[in-house]
């Protein structure tokens, strides 16, 4: 199973973009929950956004909820994360994750949930 994410790149505060995470050998419809996860320089991967196979879960972390977005076209098997009035805190590099096992709520936020990951996509957001 690979994962690959696209659509990162420089944007200016306040500014919006959106990455894609495609997905080959494997549809995301067979995966449990999809996330997002990124990762800045000296930090820890820290939570995104996640969503179950079926759309009728989502979670944010706390410091992008009402500004990003996760969502997921079945028949182009890609999952997306809309990044709106981003901020330079939002600098850092984007993974997708897939899981296969189910997960229930308090899970979707922790990493080792997830079984597949991208190489991940570099977000730059300038003041």
């Known amino acids: 199973v690979q994962l690959v994410e696209s659509g990162g790149g420089l944007v200016q505060a306040g500014g919006s973009l959106r990455v894609s995470c495609a997905t080959s050998?494997?549809?995301?419809?067979?995966?449990?929950?999809v996330g997002w996860f990124r990762q800045a320089p000296g930090k820890e991967r820290a939570f995104v956004a996640a969503?179950?196979?079926?759309?009728?879960?989502?979670r944010y972390g706390d410091p992008v909820k009402g500004r990003f977005t996760i969502s997921m076209d079945a028949a182009r098997n890609t999952v997306y994360l809309q990044m709106n009035n981003v901020k330079p805190d939002d600098t850092a590099i984007y993974f997708c994750?897939?899981?296969?096992?189910?997960?229930?709520?308090?899970?979707?936020?922790?990493?080792?949930?997830?079984?597949?990951w991208g190489q991940g996509t570099q977000v730059t957001v300038s003041s």
């Open positions: 050998g494997r549809s995301f419809s067979s995966s449990s929950a």
């Open positions: 994750a897939a899981a296969q096992r189910s997960l229930i709520w308090s899970d979707l936020d922790n990493p080792v949930s997830y079984d597949f």
């Open positions: 969503r179950s196979r079926n759309g009728a879960r989502t």
